[in-house]
């Protein structure tokens, strides 16, 4: 392909931003004004309260088996009432009614027409040993939002009532909503404090200028502006995760700051070349604005896939990461050129910091780098790759689950309050299993054969290792046959028991639907619990005789978690899929290549790969317990897809800034060799450096409280590092030397 018709290819972008560009020259205080105001608009009247419009995520598959098993149970048996649940230990002596009574005064008095159920009216909720209790705490004239708002409030109260020997922990789903939103603050606030001093740092270092340091971290704050102003205008509309605020932030800051970089990096050679700023900047925006562009749109592609999985959570991410990448373009092509040109000669001040930057930063040791692999190109390929799949090995024992209260750190006091109750109650006694039971037209659960069914299953439930207990007809008919249990229910004047019981299998349904309580051993959102129910589903459910004449759904928290990831993970490989084939035809237009486009992704996938092997080492396997102060467990069931579609999108910036220059140079001498050395030489330098920004920034969030912002932001932390430096520094030059000129190939290029 000749020059000429490489500049044609996208003149359209070219002519676009060349004349915001030149707007930018002629009047850039014009520009800033018009462009800052707008900004300054949006941040004001949406920006700032965006994470007002975002909503609690549930991690519910709508129309899933157990969605529609909780929405019958909704509609014929009474629902709980907001509540919170308040866990009691003793450790020396026993528990008493009193002594829990008395620590509850306060909040009694704050909160007279709240109910709380004490051991005193449900026996169970205090152990055998007399060492743990727990208190339901209803609040029948609120609802949810507002108990939950209310939760520091009421720990403060019973703090101030504390008993000698006595601890206590309030928790419950409200609590741990709350302790979810104080978290994710919190970890906003520490990531920001601990990441952006290293960044400043790393700048410095990099651009050896304050103004060259400061540009750059002034369009990822207007990106992380813009960029929560669009998604409040989404929030109208659908709904937008809590989760989307910290992510937002994070990809906000890494992702503005790259695109800075690439077009402040090439407007500061221009500059050196001896250009006026004027010219420099218009040559600078003629070649950053396509690369900007095409990168802008492969990382689009991957965040889009997001929005193709059926659930809220992940759409939310998908919407947060394409609102981020429109700011960035936005903001780096429309607002920073005209920053630039005011700034001009003045990013190289003061001159000291910027001669250190040039040895610190130099393309001296790229180009070395770049000839030494060349040279040995066979065995760095080789070792490379091993190397890679090493990594990526422990991917093949990577197991996922719902985090419910694990989520939480261990010093959250939901978390702490929740777990003291599994310990004297078992994991699964709030996060029970349902048999929600529907019989045909005209019959009723009540008549003998579906009694008799309903028996066999409750008597199959109680064999299994992982059941605790089953809350079913055994409890009020121990030894009665089925046909004694249905003359009992059908009678005219039942006792007051049977109307109990009766009212507790049926509900208000009328005898159309029965509902069966099974508590496991296993908190319901372990991977335990939640293969349990695939058992039950697939090997217990279906031997009972005459259960396939009715309809047997099986729901709560276990049901929702192994009905999530079914979901997710079944639509999972055909956005791979997409997602792929169109990063595929994006990179070969881009690069007139068939070759450099599959040699692009395979290479994303070994470092998405390597990524995932050092999640499963040090969060699954417990490999970094001491460095993250995490019990092993699962991995999230959202951090392996939102790791995949994030990274995928994220290092094709690299790629397409690497083998853009790389390109570049070839069309000029037409030599691989010289082209990849001489690439690498002018782009190593700025893509470590950004690399080495993106994971200060990612990697503040690794040791973050919650744990899918944890696993997330090491994910990414880990996968950019691997891609910035063993994947561009060793297996593209490698592999461009080995291939040759068919890197270049294209059908009809006269050069192959």
């Known amino acids: 392909m000749t020059k000429s018709e490489n500049q044609k290819q996208g003149g359209l972008l070219r002519s676009l931003f060349l004349s915001v560009a030149r707007l930018s020259v002629r009047s850039p205080f014009f520009v800033l004004v018009i462009a800052f105001l707008l900004v300054a608009y949006v941040a004001v009247f949406y920006s700032f309260n965006a994470q007002k419009e975002f909503t609690f995520t549930n991690f519910v598959i709508k129309d899933s088996e157990s969605d529609i098993a909780a929405n019958l149970i909704g509609e014929n048996f009474p629902t709980s009432r907001p509540s919170l649940v308040v866990a009691f230990e003793r450790t020396e002596g026993l528990l008493t009614n009193e002594e829990m009574a008395s620590m509850l005064t306060r ?31 209803e609040f029948p004239d609120k609802e949810n939002s507002e ?4 939760v520091e409030h009421v720990r403060t109260l019973i703090k101030e009532r504390e008993v000698g020997g006595v601890s206590a922990f309030v928790t419950g789903g409200s609590a741990i909503g709350h302790d979810i939103d104080v978290v994710n ?13 290293t960044v400043v740092l790393i700048l410095a270092v990099v651009f050896g200028g304050l103004f060259a340091m400061f540009v ?6 207007l990106t992380v502006v813009l960029s929560l102003g669009i998604l409040y205008g989404v929030a109208q509309f659908t709904e937008v995760s809590n989760y989307v605020f910290n992510v937002v932030t994070m990809l906000g800051l890494g992702i503005g700051i790259d695109y800075s970089l690439f077009l402040i990096t090439r407007f500061r050679e221009e500059l050196r070349n001896g250009f006026p700023k004027g010219e420099a900047l218009l040559r600078a925006v003629s070649w950053s604005s396509e690369v900007i562009v095409y990168s802008g749109l492969t990382v689009i592609v991957g965040f889009s896939g997001l929005l193709f999985i059926p659930e809220p959570f992940f759409q939310s991410m998908g919407m947060g990461g394409v609102a981020v990448v429109v700011s960035a373009l936005l903001i780096t092509l429309f607002i920073l050129p005209a920053t630039l040109f005011l700034v001009g000669e003045k990013l190289n001040y003061p001159k000291f910091l910027f001669r250190f930057s040039q040895k610190m930063t130099g393309g001296k040791f790229w180009g070395v780098l770049s000839r030494f692999v060349m040279r040995r190109s066979v065995p760095v390929f080789l070792i490379t790759i091993a190397g890679l799949l090493l990594l990526s090995f422990p991917m093949t024992k990577i197991a ?22 599994q310990k004297y109650f078992g994991g699964g006694l709030f996060t029970p299993t349902f048999l929600v039971v529907q019989v045909a037209e005209g019959k009723s659960v009540f008549d003998e054969s579906n009694i008799a069914s309903l028996l066999q299953v409750e008597e199959k ?20 046959s089925a046909a004694e249990i249905s003359r009992s229910f059908q009678d005219e004047n039942p006792s007051e028991q049977i109307k109990k019981m009766r009212d507790a299998v049926a509900g208000s349904s009328g005898g159309k639907i029965a509902l069966m309580r099974v508590t496991l051993n296993d908190d319901g959102f372990t991977r335990e619990a939640q293969d349990f129910i695939k058992h039950v589903r697939s090997d217990i459910l279906p031997v009972v005789p005459d259960l396939k004449n009715m309809n047997v759904l099986v729901g709560g928290a276990a049901a929702s978690g192994r009905d999530y990831n079914d979901r997710i993970y079944g639509a999972f490989p055909g956005i791979i899929a997409i997602m792929l084939t169109l990063t595929f035809f994006i990179l070969m237009f881009f690069l007139r290549s068939v070759v450099l486009p599959l040699k692009t992704i395979i290479m994303n996938l070994l470092a998405t790969g390597a990524a995932y092997g050092l999640l499963v080492l040090l969060f699954q396997m417990g490999w970094g317990n001491a460095l993250f102060g995490e019990t092993p467990s699962a991995l999230s069931s959202v951090t392996p897809i939102l790791l995949f579609t994030f990274l995928f999108g994220i290092s094709m910036d690299y790629e397409i800034f690497l083998l853009s220059r790389i390109k570049e140079e070839y069309e000029k001498s037409g030599d691989t060799t010289d082209a990849v050395a001489k690439g690498l030489s002018a782009t190593g330098g700025l893509i470590t450096s950004a690399a080495l920004i993106m994971v200060v920034v990612f990697g503040a969030f690794a040791f973050a409280e919650g744990v899918i912002i944890k696993e997330i932001g090491f994910g990414l932390a880990a996968a950019i590092l691997i891609d910035a430096t063993i994947i561009r520094a060793l297996l593209v030059p490698s592999f461009m030397k080995l291939a040759g000129k068919w890197n270049w190939w294209w059908p009809g290029n006269p050069k192959i």
């Open 147 to 150: 108990v939950r708002a209310e």
């Open 185 to 197: 603050e919190k970890d906003l606030a520490g990531a920001e404090t601990g990441a952006l001093p």
């Open 400 to 421: 996922t689950a719902l985090p419910g209260v694990s989520a939480l750190p261990q010093t959250s006091e939901a978390r702490q309050g929740y777990e003291l109750i």
């Open 216 to 221: 750059p971290m002034l369009v990822g704050a």
């Open 107 to 137: 909040v009694k008095k704050e909160f007279p027409s709240s109910r709380m159920i004490f051991p005193s009216e449900n026996p169970s909720a205090i152990s055998e040993d007399k060492k743990g209790a727990y208190v339901v705490i």
């Open 461 to 480: 439930l109680k064999g299994e290792d992982e059941v605790r207990r089953v809350d079913g007809l055994r409890l009020v008919f121990p030894t009665q």
